[in-house]
């Protein structure tokens, strides 16, 4: 049986010197390691790459080839990303024999949905040449724009994304959600149960190559974690996302709740970037909390590895949403796992990969002083109860989301697609 040929279209799709959602990148490199050819179709501009704008066309990234597909500029979330949204998806299919000459026919099309407005080309283009049309969820809309970004459910935007939502569980040879809870919410729109895959997000368990550079080595968050090590304390540190659905304004509030209680054993880093972190900043000074709250913008991702491995607990929260009944699948948590840490996991959602695997402690994201007591707690344990929690959260994070592990899964599609299964 002949290796299949895979095309990714993923609109924000990231990798090594591109932008930080790596999954395109890395579900590439695992099917190129089973004999697959593959090829990234992703925007030449949007607001995630880490040089916005910077490639054009054909490139290799880490061994994998991409296709960066010319999109207008846009900033913030008005009409140009709307033009950004339609110009990608037209383009996609405007470009899809010369993608064939260049990448060879596709005997499967995954169009990835951070949004969904590129399935009806994807889906177009997989019938052309008679490939499998593969709808990939990572979020569901239009739930989106209307429980997290408050617009009507009347809107017109809405209204189209419904039908288009709907059109895609009808038509799409087979629906991968990122997470775990959908099912049932799918089949109310159309969505045959037996065309269903839950595919999470993934790590890397083999470690990058480290780069040598100084950054990596001793970042200013590290030396800081480092110092506090030295000191006795325990270093929880949260990396990632600092914007208002992040809420890690609790995990201040948890650490001023410990101070004034005289508990001096821990110490917080928060390092990343957003909208919040000015915010962030001043309530750690008008607290006085900076001799146990250190705040950092974000750092490369081999930089992140090394502070991971030089902490005591990984923190991560998200506000409350009731988008959240149909599970969560973040990556952060995955690289506190991936690093052996204990996890503080003030999220609520449908799933609790925590509690699940008892690598840590769940707890309300709006409690400051029930996150204050799961510190405390974690703080008073053992350092051997510490480690046996990181090592079921090791192995918890490699046997369900390894990344070759998931990018199985497409390729059981395939093979399910060509025995008539």
Known sequence: MTAPTIWYVHPYAGGPGVGRYDRPFRL?????????????????????LDAPGSRQGACDIGGVPYAFLATPRYAGNGVGRLLNMAAFAAQVWRQADALARRYGRPDMVIGSSPHPYAFPATHRIARKFGAISVFEVRDLWPLSLVELAGVRSTHPLVRFTAWLENYAYAKADAVVSLLPGTLPYMQEHGLDPARWRYVPNGVQAEPEPATG??????????????????QGRCVVVYAGALGVPNHVGSLVQAMEIL????????????????????????????RKLQDRVAIYPQIPKPAVSALLGNADAGYISLRPEPLFRFGVSPNKLFDYMLARLPVIFAVDA????????????????????EIAGALAGFASLPVEARQAMGQRGFRHVVQNHEYGRLAARYLEIVDRARNGR
Do not use: K
């Open 28 to 48: 590439g490199r695992a099917w190129q390691a089973m004999g697959a050819r593959t090829a990234v179709v992703t925007a030449s501009f949007h607001h995630l």
């Open 213 to 230: 550079t100084d950054e990596e080595a001793s970042s200013p968050p590290l030396r800081q974690a480092r110092q506090w090590r030295a």
């Open 259 to 286: 101070r004034d209680r005289g508990d001096d054993r821990l110490a917080a880093l928060i390092v990343g970037r957003g909208e919040e972190a000015p915010r962030l900043e001043e309530m750690v000074r008008s």
């Open 350 to 369: 449908g799933n609790d990969p925590v509690r699940d695997c008892g690598c840590g402690y769940s707890v309300s994201p709006d409690n400051a002083g």
